[in-house]
């Protein structure tokens, strides 16, 4: 897989939402499963949340449970992380990648290539 990159992030006042996007090319993105991952500055990168390839199966962080969305369009190639509820500690850039599975996400093996990601920052 090739990742075009994620997109989406931006200031926030506290409370506020926004909506990530990440695509990926190639033509078997629906048998991946998807994270969505961030890292603030000086702390590790952690994983936010995860979605199966058939996107029955969603997964989140304890500190967002209620507040983020994890979803996926195959015919798209896409997916996405709305934020609700946003808090200024969710400041950090966010990344998407795949595995072969939501084990996998959360094992961190076999995951693909790193993007850019998108800043998101939430002011109080």
């Known amino acids: 897989q090739v990742q075009l990159g994620e997109s989406g992030g931006g200031l926030v006042q506290a409370g506020g939402s926004l909506r990530l996007s990440c695509v990926l090319s190639g033509p078997t993105f629906s048998g991946y499963a998807m994270g969505w991952f961030r890292q603030a500055p000086g702390k590790e990168r952690t994983l936010v949340a995860v979605?199966?390839?058939?996107?029955?199966?969603?997964e989140y962080a304890d500190s967002v449970k209620g507040r983020f969305t994890i979803s996926r369009d195959n015919t798209k190639n896409s997916v996405y992380l709305q934020m609700d509820g946003l808090k200024p500690e969710d400041t950090a850039v966010y990344y998407c990648?795949?595995?072969?599975?939501?084990?996998?996400?959360?094992?961190?093996?076999?995951?693909?290539?790193w993007g850019q990601g998108t800043q998101v920052t939430v002011s109080s």
């Open positions: 990648n795949e595995g072969l599975t939501t084990l996998d996400i959360h094992r961190g093996t076999g995951l693909g290539s």
């Open positions: 979605i199966s390839a058939s996107g029955f199966t969603k």
